[in-house]
């Protein structure tokens, strides 16, 4: 009776195991192939600010004059961050003025001697804030006094000519005047020929007598003649010495008028290179392009030397959206997509007292990328963690550079497919290399 009673016993509690198995092995597989598992991919990724941090550079580089913002500074856009020492370039830019203050002299008094004027016009001179007015006003009285000298000779070389003009208009009234009288003489001495003449073919006279008055007749005529002559040379010097008072004023406009043209090129050089240094001196100021916080500062002293495009500091834009950038292995790139949620996790905060925040996927690099420190490739991911979460944790503050694990989820599936999809891909390939 014990025998039988142990018998049933322990087939009571075998069938009762078999139960439990049966149960466990039915339920488990219910559970399997019914429930469903939310996938996702891990990544890991970055904070990072809509616009990139602001490379602080100088196109020319200099001698740090002044600094006026340090790392950890909040700055404004515009603000000046650092001023270079200009005392080379306004030195240099003096002497660009100097040069230009000359040449604008010298064109006014030239275009004086153009134009024929009394005097040399400056009104018209540009202004030269850099310079000292005392050497302005000694550059206009140079040019004015040489304006003057060089007036002084012209009028002095037309006043020597005007007056051998004069002695000319006197030699041709004495010439004039013994022209007359000669020929006053000659009208005589016809008169008393053709009374001889009268005579001679009378036979009252004799023919000598005839002849020599016909010689004084001849005479007289060859003198006039000469006398003529001497006036129309006389007269043609006149022209001449006209023609040179001419010829100074035209000399003299000539001149002035090549010498503008050479001080044109010269002049334009000069403004190209003035319009260089007064860029120059307005980009000593070193300003801020944005709103941020400076980081990173590379100058730490005074008098120091800046390469051009050399940085000097950074900046980290402030009141600009933040963004995630998530670095997603490129085997995983066919399960990430726009729009897609997101769960992020900070682990600069506790995780106990930091639930995930929700986000979503804006866009996905449309080509792999590179690290060029470690040669790993991926693709981009930016994602935008929701306003409102973290509006609602406002222990919570962001900052570029913070590591963050993100979740990026996936179609839910059963675990019944998470178990047999190594199984399914090995067979694939198996049968594929068959």
Do not use: C
Not at 202 to 227: F, N
């Amino acid at each position: 009776m014990s025998k039988s009673s142990d018998f049933a016993n322990s087939r009571l509690l075998l069938v009762a195991g078999f139960g439990a198995i049966t149960l466990l092995v039915g339920g488990m597989g219910a559970w399997s192939v019914g429930a469903k598992i939310n996938g996702a991919v891990v990544s890991r990724g970055v904070v990072k600010v809509e616009s990139e941090r602001q490379v602080i550079q100088h196109p020319d580089g200099g001698v740090v004059g002044e600094i006026l913002a340090h790392n950890g500074d909040q700055v404004h856009a515009g603000d000046v961050l650092l001023r270079l020492d200009g005392t080379f370039l306004r030195s240099e830019l003096a002497i660009v003025q100097a040069q230009l203050l000359e040449i604008a002299v010298r064109k006014a008094r030239l275009a004086a001697e153009r134009d024929d004027l009394a005097k040399v016009d400056f009104t018209v001179l540009p202004d030269f804030p850099m310079l000292d007015p005392e050497q302005v006003a000694q550059q206009r009285e140079g040019q004015s006094n040489l304006f003057a000298a060089r007036q002084a000779t012209m009028a002095k070389k037309i006043n020597q000519l005007r007056e051998q003009q004069q002695q000319i208009e006197k030699q041709i009234e004495g010439v004039e005047a013994q022209r007359v009288s000669l020929m006053e003489q000659l009208d005589l001495v016809s008169q008393e020929l053709e009374d001889k003449q009268s005579l001679y073919e009378r036979k009252l006279m004799e023919a000598s007598r005839v002849l020599a008055t016909q010689r004084e007749h001849a005479k007289l005529t060859g003198e006039i003649g000469r006398l003529n002559s001497v006036i129309a040379e006389a007269r043609v010097r006149i022209s001449s010495l006209e023609i040179e008072v001419v010829g100074l004023s035209e000399d003299r406009r000539e001149a002035a008028i090549t010498q503008l043209r050479d001080l044109q090129y010269n002049e334009i050089s000069l403004v190209e290179r003035e319009t260089t240094l007064r860029e120059k001196l307005a980009r000593l100021d070193v300003r801020a392009p944005v709103d941020g916080v400076v980081f990173g500062s590379q100058v730490f002293a005074l008098q120091s030397v800046i390469q051009p495009a050399q940085p000097m500091m950074f900046l980290v834009p402030s009141d600009q959206p933040l963004y995630v950038s998530v670095r997603v292995d490129p085997t995983s790139i066919d399960q990430v997509y726009s729009g897609q949620q997101v769960s992020l996790q900070f682990s600069t905060f506790n995780r106990r007292t930091t639930p995930a925040i929700p986000a979503e996927v804006l866009r996905v690099s449309p080509d792999v990328q590179t690290d060029e420190a470690n040669r790993e490739t991926y693709y981009e991911a930016t994602v935008e963690p929701d306003p409102e979460a973290l509006a609602s944790l406002p222990e919570v503050k962001l900052m570029p550079g913070m590591p963050v694990e993100a979740f990026l989820k996936t179609d839910a599936r059963t675990p019944l497919s998470y178990l047999t999809q190594p199984l399914t891909i090995y067979f694939n390939r198996a049968f594929r290399g068959e």
